[in-house]
């Protein structure tokens, strides 16, 4: 049930970059998608493991612990993907105040058919 569900996620995140000509709706499919991919390998790294990766005495067989490195890999992961989205809405803005719209088709016409500036 759980792969189902970050399949799913990470497919609408995709369809979301690929079809959806609106800029905001293309950056909510991408933090779909890293978050899709974060579920994936949080999910992944706990399959094997029973415990948690806190071990106080020696009573916890070592093979039965969550491996913690994926753990914080993905935590660096969430962060980078903060980022990411906050430097792509603040571009999406600065388009929207530029040309008006945030319809891709829409900017792209209006980019290419503005003349560039000659040197004087």
Known sequence: MTWYLICAILAVGLWAVIALPNLIRKIVGLSMMNTAVILFFVYQGSLDSTSPPIVTDGSVDPSLVADPLPQAL???????????????????????????????????????????????
Do not use: N, S
Request: with cysteine; glycine share 2%.
């Open 74 to 120: 993905m935590l660096t992961a969430i962060v980078v993907g903060i980022c990411i989205v906050a430097v792509a809405l603040v571009i999406a803005y600065k388009l929207y105040e530029r040309f008006q719209t945030l319809d891709v088709r829409e900017l792209e016409r209006m980019i290419w058919k503005a003349e560039p500036d000659e040197p004087k």
